[in-house]
């Protein structure tokens, strides 16, 4: 064998070695991140059981009173226990005493409303507090940052009910611009669908507006916070030094970095505001899942108030898991975890 030929069958030798580690190594993490997203489905699937026996056994330990019809039984509470989980899994959560009808009919029934409510608010919020807060990090000290930082951090101190009553009272009833209760206009026929969805968007518009100015400020300070701390490091000094513009530094290196610690909060203030959805459903009359709780209790009717909290609980914790699938493939240094 010549030379140049052991040569070549060294180098391609090299190669394959080479290829084969880079292959491994990849394997090796592509099993670390399943490993890391499995491992968080198992966690929240437990926290789901224990959610689902709380949600069992804390009306049993409370003293005897209102609660004994939804707590009072023959059967032992083990065999209570065990008809609740089965039933639960066939989507049986009970008889709604005031409602006269399966408990999860009705809250399927107000669903619609709810995440119409929750989901409008929620996308105008982040993107409007994420672009309102990077535009404040990038005028810091002068009159725009003021201003924002003014009027959102006003805004976020009022409460959901109080702010909602100020929108009926100047809003609906003085300048009457906007009805003000309901998700539509009763007794009243549309020529066309489009007709419809105005409708519905005229009633939307209060109690979204409500739950977006007291939800904003939030992320509004984080994204600035973040921003601030991101236009100090030395890969932005890098890009000025290359004489990019300062609004294309701030989209294309900036923002992407800051959004790691805002996805963790949207979560976060998405849990408050499905429970502040409570309060704004109530001023409103909005009938969602947060009027229905409203009337559950005015109406005691207990296995309607059961169903109600346990579908908000899981609703949460359906945001948190969604936040931290879309962390695992943001963060790097999660991967590798």
Not at 9 to 31: A, D, Y
Not at 77 to 93: P, R, S
Request: aromatic share 12%; hydrophobic share 55%.
């Amino acid at each position: 064998m010549s030379l140049i030929s052991i040569m070549f069958s060294r180098e391609n030798l090299c190669n394959l070695v080479v290829i084969k580690g880079t292959k491994q190594i990849h394997t090796f993490f592509l099993f670390k991140i399943h490993m890391n997203i499995i491992t968080k489905v198992v966690s929240y699937l437990i926290i789901i059981f224990i959610i689902l026996s709380l949600n069992f056994f804390l009306p049993r330990m409370m003293p005897a009173g209102p609660l004994s019809g939804l707590t009072s039984s023959d059967k032992t509470v083990l065999e209570q226990y065990t008809n609740y989980m089965t039933n639960l899994m066939h989507g049986d959560f009970g008889w709604s005493t005031s409602k006269n009808a399966p408990v999860w009919d009705v809250l399927m029934r107000s669903l619609k409303w709810t995440l119409l409510l929750v989901g409008t608010s929620t996308v105008i919020y982040v993107i409007v507090g994420i672009l309102s807060g990077a535009v404040s990090a990038w005028k810091k000290g002068k009159k725009t940052d003021v201003g924002l930082l003014v009027l959102l951090i006003s805004m976020a101190s009022f409460p959901p009910f109080f702010l909602g009553m100020l929108f009926i009272i100047f809003l609906g009833w003085k300048l009457d611009l906007f009805p003000r209760f309901g998700a539509q206009t009763l007794f009243i026929d549309y020529s066309t669908p489009f007709g419809v969805v105005l409708d519905i968007l005229h009633h939307l518009a209060l109690p979204a507006a409500t739950l977006t100015l007291t939800s904003i400020g939030v992320i509004y300070l984080l994204t600035r916070n973040s921003m601030l701390n991101v236009l100090g490091e030395d890969y932005i000094l890098t890009a000025r030094a290359k004489g990019l513009s300062e609004w294309y530094i701030v989209r294309r290196h900036a923002l992407k970095n800051a959004m790691l610690p805002i996805i963790t909060l949207v979560a976060l203030i998405v849990g408050l505001v499905i429970t502040g959805t409570i309060f704004v459903e109530t001023v409103f009359a909005y009938p969602g899942v947060g009027m229905l709780v409203a009337d559950a209790i005015s109406a005691h009717d207990y296995p309607l108030l059961q169903g109600a909290f346990l579908f908000i609980a899981l609703a949460i914790l359906a945001v948190n898991f969604i936040a931290d699938m879309i962390y695992v493939h943001l963060d790097p240094r999660v991967k590798q975890e």
